[in-house]
Protein backbone atom coordinates (compact mmCIF):
# COMPACT_ATOMS: atom_id res chain seq x y z
CA UNK A 1 0.00 0.00 0.00
CA UNK A 2 2.86 1.60 0.02
CA UNK A 3 4.14 1.87 -3.00
CA UNK A 4 0.95 2.22 -4.85
CA UNK A 5 0.91 6.13 -5.41
CA UNK A 6 4.56 5.09 -6.80
CA UNK A 7 2.94 2.63 -9.18
CA UNK A 8 0.69 5.11 -9.89
CA UNK A 9 2.61 8.03 -10.73
CA UNK A 10 4.74 5.34 -13.21
CA UNK A 11 2.00 4.08 -14.98
CA UNK A 12 0.59 7.56 -15.71
CA UNK A 13 3.97 8.14 -16.60
CA UNK A 14 3.91 5.11 -19.28
CA UNK A 15 0.81 6.05 -20.79
CA UNK A 16 1.52 9.51 -20.98
CA UNK A 17 4.87 8.41 -23.41
CA UNK A 18 2.69 6.03 -25.23
CA UNK A 19 0.13 8.58 -26.02
CA UNK A 20 2.86 10.72 -27.52
CA UNK A 21 4.27 7.62 -29.75
CA UNK A 22 0.31 7.23 -30.85
CA UNK A 23 -0.20 10.80 -31.61
CA UNK A 24 2.83 10.92 -33.47
CA UNK A 25 1.62 7.34 -35.42
CA UNK A 26 -1.64 8.59 -36.28
CA UNK A 27 -0.80 11.92 -37.78
CA UNK A 28 -2.41 14.16 -35.38
CA UNK A 29 -0.08 16.59 -36.10
CA UNK A 30 -1.47 17.34 -39.47
CA UNK A 31 -4.47 17.55 -38.02
CA UNK A 32 -4.55 20.78 -36.49
CA UNK A 33 -8.28 21.52 -36.85
CA UNK A 34 -10.33 22.46 -39.72
CA UNK A 35 -9.54 24.78 -42.31
CA UNK A 36 -12.35 27.57 -42.88
CA UNK A 37 -12.02 29.57 -45.89
CA UNK A 38 -14.33 32.56 -46.72
CA UNK A 39 -15.35 30.73 -49.48
CA UNK A 40 -17.65 27.94 -47.74
CA UNK A 41 -20.71 28.55 -46.59
CA UNK A 42 -22.42 28.60 -43.18
CA UNK A 43 -23.30 24.75 -43.56
CA UNK A 44 -19.98 23.87 -44.85
CA UNK A 45 -18.24 25.34 -41.70
CA UNK A 46 -20.76 23.87 -39.46
CA UNK A 47 -20.25 20.81 -40.95
CA UNK A 48 -16.06 20.85 -40.71
CA UNK A 49 -16.27 21.98 -36.75
CA UNK A 50 -19.08 19.24 -36.28
CA UNK A 51 -16.38 16.58 -37.82
CA UNK A 52 -13.34 18.23 -35.68
CA UNK A 53 -15.25 17.85 -32.36
CA UNK A 54 -14.18 14.06 -31.72
CA UNK A 55 -11.24 13.00 -29.30
CA UNK A 56 -8.82 10.70 -30.89
CA UNK A 57 -7.76 7.42 -29.18
CA UNK A 58 -4.22 9.34 -28.14
CA UNK A 59 -5.98 12.43 -26.12
CA UNK A 60 -7.72 9.83 -23.98
CA UNK A 61 -4.63 8.14 -23.36
CA UNK A 62 -2.98 11.13 -22.45
CA UNK A 63 -5.66 12.28 -20.32
CA UNK A 64 -6.06 8.78 -18.62
CA UNK A 65 -1.93 9.01 -17.83
CA UNK A 66 -2.15 12.88 -16.30
CA UNK A 67 -5.20 11.55 -14.47
CA UNK A 68 -2.97 9.09 -12.94
CA UNK A 69 -0.11 11.22 -12.36
CA UNK A 70 -2.50 13.84 -10.39
CA UNK A 71 -4.03 10.42 -8.04
CA UNK A 72 -0.60 10.17 -7.12
CA UNK A 73 0.62 13.39 -6.28
CA UNK A 74 -2.81 13.82 -4.18
CA UNK A 75 -2.54 10.80 -2.49
CA UNK A 76 1.03 11.61 -1.49
CA UNK A 77 -0.16 15.14 -0.28
CA UNK A 78 -3.30 13.18 1.24
CA UNK A 79 -0.77 10.56 3.21
CA UNK A 80 1.70 13.90 4.23
CA UNK A 81 -0.89 15.87 6.09
CA UNK A 82 -2.63 12.85 7.64
Known amino acids: M ?3 PWY ?3 GGIVLVIIA ?5 FSGA ?3 RGP ?3 ERMSDKDIAQSLQD ?3 LSPA ?6 GFVLIAISVIW ?4 YFV
Do not use: N, P
Open 35 to 37: MID
Open 52 to 54: SES
Open 76 to 79: RFVR
Open 59 to 64: SIVMLL
Open 2 to 4: ISA
Open 20 to 24: YFLAG
Open 8 to 10: LLA
Open 29 to 31: AEK
